[in-house]
């Protein structure tokens, strides 16, 4: 395994921030990393690339133990934190020979070339950092994380605060890399996860939820489905939050709900009934599989309806 989690735990004060999870990543693996707001995932990053250490469990990288051995594990991952701390004052080329040196990487000058043309850095490789955009701004950090040829990459939020097109171009260099290298990155985005993985990983509070590929995820045992009903009229949610068959109701327009639930005939027996009962008119009913936000709503939501 290129990254083995085992019984992972760190507190901050008397919070746990990270609470006894267990994971692993296989190589050639493109894992998204999900999880609210505060649910540890920066935290977990942090151990798993040695600048933070765990009050319990185990991390190893490419077979290395990243508390026993850091300088040797650090050396097989490339790390682009959320912050993406950059100087500002310096050009690309002589940041990335600033980097290259820290690595100690061999044919220092054709690595910086290479990593250039890869992150797609050379229309503006020749300026200082701080005059570049922010989606180039990311690309130098990408480029940094990758100029000593690491192969495994843990990505931090990578497409924070960037434009839609941005976005595009980053998520496509990811899946690039993907094919070659050991990817783990963390994304509130999860239309891109969808785009670029093929399995998760998702913490709440700290505690593991679910580690699974999309297609099992969108059809877990527990074996929600999603109902889409449209009413001619528009409807109070208190109405739809009464039926019993209903786990989750989330109005889409005053006449357009989604909702989850466990029992699918019951729930369109109970929706048809509300319907004969107010005097209603439904114009399309229809289920399907769980997207990726619904079952993360569902995993993550500390109430039900709402």
């Known amino acids: ?40 995932k920066s935290t977990t990053m942090k151990i798993i690339t040695g600048y933070l250490a765990a009050d319990a469990g185990q991390v190893t990288v490419c077979g290395i133990d990243v508390k026993a051995d850091p ?19 310096m050009y690309v080329r002589e940041y990335l020979d600033f980097v290259a040196d820290v690595h100690h990487v061999q044919n220092k000058k054709q690595s910086i070339e290479k990593v250039i043309e890869t992150v797609g850095l050379s229309p503006e490789s020749k300026k200082k950092i701080g005059q570049l955009s922010k989606g180039y701004k ?11 040829d690491p192969e495994v990459l843990v990505l931090d939020e990578p497409t924070t605060g ?47 939820v679910a580690d699974d590929s999309l297609a099992a995820l969108r059809n877990r045992s527990d074996n929600t489905s999603t109902l889409k009903v449209v009413f001619k009229e528009p409807l109070e949610a208190a109405w739809m939050e009464r ?16 909702l989850v639930c466990k029992n699918v005939q019951e729930a369109n027996k109970q929706l048809m009934e509300l319907a004969l009962q107010h005097n209603l008119n439904i114009v399309s ?6 997207s990726l936000e619904e079952v993360f709503r569902s995993l993550t939501s500390s109430s039900t309806k709402n």
């Open 1 to 40: 395994m290129s990254i083995e989690v085992k019984g992972l735990t760190r507190t901050y004060g008397e919070q746990k921030a990270v609470n006894n999870i267990s994971f692993a990543i296989g190589k050639g693996e493109i894992v998204g990393f999900l999880g609210p707001n505060g649910a540890g």
């Open 71 to 89: 300088l040797h594990a650090k050396a097989k991952i490339g790390y682009l934190p959320e912050a993406n701390p950059l100087y500002f004052d």
């Open 138 to 148: 990311q690309r130098v950090g990408l480029a940094a994380a990758l100029i000593h």
């Open 162 to 208: 960037l434009d839609p097109n941005q976005i595009l171009e980053i998520r496509e260099l990811i899946k690039k890399l993907g094919v070659n290298k050991t990817v783990i990155f963390s994304s509130h985005i999860l239309q891109e996860v969808e785009a670029i993985c093929d399995r998760v990983v998702i913490i709440n509070k700290g505690q593991l």
């Open 243 to 258: 039926l019993s068959a209903i786990d989750t109701v989330n109005r889409i327009s005053p006449n357009e709900w989604e």
């Open 285 to 290: 009913l229809q289920s399907g599989e769980q």
